[in-house]
């Protein structure tokens, strides 16, 4: 049998599926509880449903953390991504930050965005010692001292992975994130014709229980997107055209705002983005909220991406400022964003962290 196409799908369905079973056996009661990585996996498999460029993610699993990949159609891979665990409350020491670096050094992925996605906030001592040197990397402006700390780290101080590295911490605990999860699994059941009658809480610890046999194998895992929408029982055709942001949903939601907005200009789309939200579940997920609680109607992923190239749109940041700053990835989407959408502004309304 080729290892290619439908048959490897099915080859890595059976194989998870078989799993399952000891997985279910460590994951029981009525709903399923979720450690942070495992967690971080599934908001993997739930953002390979809602792009519609297709693609897969490969899966390594282990008792605290989960390494994943994500790779486009082509198989180019677009994001690597280690979630680690720990007990709360939960620091991000200096080691896990090389770690993790480390690991991804001996990867081929030129075209990556590295990310450490994690529960716990950063050790005070792991902002000086790690952080600000990745990002000053990332700025193209490291210190002597910097090139001289990665060299005794054992990397070289012209790869680009230091460049590209980012973090994404204070991002659990895991039942927020699975409520993220859940949230728009909600939304991407609802309209679908092969799962309508799916519970949202049912779907998600399905998809939980099948990230966590994923770590019960030993081996990498290779799910595609239309392994991931069997698995949780959606058609992705379904999707295509539903809960866009168009026109009508527009004029909605500029009705539905306070007189300006927030803004100055009278042109300007001023969209609220609550930063906690953001971090625990990416900033499309947090624009969807916001317009959703404008204007009672729910906005898909695709519908999400649409506003992000609205023109004159304003992006107003509520929240803890550290946590969409500097070599977050919070500020990379951002940048992102605005790197495709010039006419874009980004207001932050900070407030202490924690």
């Known amino acids: 049998m080729r290892e290619g196409g439908e048959d490897r799908t099915k080859l890595e369905q059976d194989r998870i599926g078989r799993l399952a079973g000891g997985a279910l056996e460590n994951l029981c009661g009525p709903t399923v509880t979720a450690s942070f990585h495992h967690a971080s996996a599934v908001q993997a498999i739930v953002d390979l449903i809602e792009d519609g460029d297709g693609g897969e993610v490969l899966m390594e699993s282990g008792q605290q953390a989960i390494d994943y990949q994500r790779r486009d159609r ?48 950063l050790f005070p001592t792991a902002v000086p010692a790690v952080a600000d040197r990745l990002h000053r990397f990332s700025r193209e402006c490291p210190s002597a001292e910097d090139v001289h700390v990665i060299k005794v780290v054992g990397l070289l101080p012209d790869s680009r992975l230091l460049r590209h590295v980012r973090l994404r911490s204070g991002a659990g605990p895991g039942s927020a994130v699975r409520a993220d999860v859940a949230w728009r699994v909600q939304r991407l059941i609802q309209h679908n014709s092969r799962s309508a009658r799916q519970d949202a809480d ?7 229980v099948r990230c966590a046999a994923a770590g019960y194998s030993g081996e990498s ?13 959606i058609d992705v055709a379904d999707l295509e055209g539903t809960c866009n942001w168009g026109s009508e949903l527009a004029a909605r939601y500029r009705l539905g705002l306070p007189a300006g907005g ?29 317009v959703e609680a404008v204007t009672g109607q729910p906005l898909s992923a695709a519908g999400a991406r649409q506003l992000l190239a609205s023109p004159n749109l304003v992006l107003r940041f509520e929240g803890p400022g550290d946590a969409a700053g500097p070599g977050t990835l919070l500020a990379e989407e951002v940048r992102v964003a605005q ?7 980004v207001v932050t309304l900070t407030e202490a962290g924690p």
């Open 74 to 121: 082509f198989g180019a891979v677009t994001r690597v991504v280690q979630a680690r665990s720990g007990s709360e409350p939960y620091s991000v020491i200096s080691s896990d930050l090389w770690g993790a670096v480390r690991r991804w050094a001996a990867l081929e992925a030129p075209e990556a965005t590295f990310v450490l996605h994690t529960n716990g906030y």
């Open 339 to 345: 790197a495709m959408n010039p006419s874009m502004r």
């Open 262 to 290: 927030g803004v100055a200009e009278p042109d300007a789309l001023p969209v609220a983005v609550q930063v906690r939200p953001a971090v625990v579940g990416g900033l499309h997920s947090a624009l969807r909220r916001s």
């Open 221 to 233: 895992v290779v799910i595609t997107q239309e392994a991931a929408a069997r698995m949780a029982g």
């Open 202 to 208: 049912e779907v998600t610890d399905h998809l939980l």
